[in-house]
């Protein structure tokens, strides 16, 4: 039988992590050989040939982290600032739906299309995240926003009947 020599080979991003090895094994070179399956001599080589390389690279590498973490900084920052123009706006939003609702005339200026709208809208958002009126957390999404839009409809129609109730007891005064 013949004694079959394998060469494997090793290209620079693998010297460069088994360096990194040896750094973090405190510049144990037979311990990191022994942990990578290599000859010490081989380690040895890499480090005499490769170390200065794989510190400025190291050291190219931290840098460029610490510009992605800046980065990344930035990008919650504005991420806040987004997030509070969009609330201030939602807010308004709302506010002037609810000025709406609650005014008799601009109610009725209203296009049940677009209150209807809204509800489509809104419905899904509310039932998905705040779990309104009666909606389950076992249901489906569609079946939550069906329940929360069926509930804002009886809601409607028991108002609805309110007011009727109110108007005839004035009428009949």
Not at 31 to 43: H, M, P, Q, V, Y
Not at 78 to 98: P, R, Y
Not at 144 to 167: G, P, R, S, Y
Request: aromatic letters at 8%; a positive charge.
């Amino acid at each position: 039988m013949k004694n079959i020599k394998t060469t494997r080979k090793f290209n620079k991003a693998i010297i460069s992590r088994y360096l990194n090895l040896l750094e973090a094994n405190e510049m144990n070179i037979s311990k990191t050989a022994k942990e990578i399956g290599i000859d010490r001599g081989t380690l040895f080589r890499w480090k005499s040939k490769y170390w200065n390389t794989y510190l400025n690279e190291k050291n190219e590498v931290k840098e460029q982290m610490q510009d992605i973490t800046a980065v990344k900084l930035y990008t919650v920052k504005e991420f806040d600032n987004l997030k509070e123009i969009f609330t201030k706006g939602l807010k308004l939003t709302l506010s002037k739906i609810i000025d709406i609702l609650s005014d008799e005339e601009a109610l009725k200026k209203l296009k049940p299309s677009d209150l209807a709208e809204f509800i489509k809208v809104m419905a899904p958002y509310a039932a998905e995240k705040i779990g309104l009126a009666g909606t389950n957390p076992s249901q489906t999404p569609l079946q939550q926003h069906n329940t929360f839009v069926q509930n804002i409809i009886e809601q409607m129609n028991v108002n609805k009947l309110k007011d009727i109730e109110d108007a005839a007891k004035q009428n009949q005064v």
